[in-house]
């Protein structure tokens, strides 16, 4: 094989190489339009998939019974973790119903993903304005998307604090319930610390 057929395998190679960097740098891309946080999917490809759920009261009877654990990517992984879960690996399952509570936060986490993470002991639980029985003391996660929930910094719920959230009732695929708020007028600080 002489030198010009060598440059020429080369050359060939490396357009390859940098045609798969550039698909790859597009599908990033595409995954990363807009606001990180504000996708749901309804496909569970990998995690804990959710309860049967056919009535209100099946979304009572999965909350947690105790709080989540901390948040452990709260820094720029957060920011990758979450083209994930917006494909449904880990992600997040519409349960189909609105609820709105009232709790005591126990912890709060501002992600690089653009969510503001708010864990509650409840106090009160409806859905679709309907109360819900609390057996037990219960535990819920919030995720407020900062894009769509446009709060001022002072308008944060605070660890210790008593809060008001309306939003839609979501499975995680990380094997809990939340509630995703979906405007400012649906996250009230009741009470300071």
Same mark, same amino acid.
């Given at each position: 094989m002489n030198c010009f057929s060598r440059k020429k395998i080369f050359a060939v190679a490396a357009a390859v190489r940098l045609l798969a960097a550039l698909a790859?740098? #597009?599908?990033?891309? #595409?995954?990363?339009?807009?606001?990180?946080?504000? #996708?749901?999917? %309804?496909?569970?490809?990998?995690?804990h998939y959710p309860p049967k759920i056919s009535r209100p009261e099946d979304i009572a009877e999965n909350l947690r019974r105790s709080v989540n654990g901390r948040i452990k990517f709260s820094g720029s992984a957060g920011y990758f973790t979450i083209q994930f879960k917006r494909i449904g690996i880990f992600g997040w399952r519409d349960l189909g119903y609105d609820g709105e509570i009232t709790g005591k936060v126990k912890q709060t986490i501002k992600n690089s993903d653009q969510f503001y993470t708010v864990d509650m002991k409840?106090?009160?639980?409806?859905? %679709?304005?309907?109360?819900?029985?609390?057996?037990?003391?219960?535990?819920?996660? #919030?995720?407020?998307?900062?894009c769509e929930v446009k709060l001022a910094e002072?308008?944060?719920p605070k660890a210790g604090e008593k809060v008001w959230m309306r939003g839609r009732m979501v499975w995680d695929g990380d094997g809990f319930v939340e509630i995703h708020p979906r405007n400012a007028a649906e996250v009230k600080r009741l009470s300071s610390q």
């Amino acid at each position: 094989m002489n030198c010009f057929s060598r440059k020429k395998i080369f050359a060939v190679a490396a357009a390859v190489r940098l045609l798969a960097a550039l698909a790859g740098l #597009a599908i990033v891309a #595409a995954l990363d339009t807009g606001c990180t946080c504000v #996708a749901i999917s %309804n496909h569970e490809w990998a995690g804990h998939y959710p309860p049967k759920i056919s009535r209100p009261e099946d979304i009572a009877e999965n909350l947690r019974r105790s709080v989540n654990g901390r948040i452990k990517f709260s820094g720029s992984a957060g920011y990758f973790t979450i083209q994930f879960k917006r494909i449904g690996i880990f992600g997040w399952r519409d349960l189909g119903y609105d609820g709105e509570i009232t709790g005591k936060v126990k912890q709060t986490i501002k992600n690089s993903d653009q969510f503001y993470t708010v864990d509650m002991k409840l106090e009160t639980f409806q859905i %679709n304005g309907k109360n819900m029985p609390l057996t037990g003391g219960r535990y819920l996660r #919030a995720e407020v998307c900062l894009c769509e929930v446009k709060l001022a910094e002072n308008d944060l719920p605070k660890a210790g604090e008593k809060v008001w959230m309306r939003g839609r009732m979501v499975w995680d695929g990380d094997g809990f319930v939340e509630i995703h708020p979906r405007n400012a007028a649906e996250v009230k600080r009741l009470s300071s610390q």
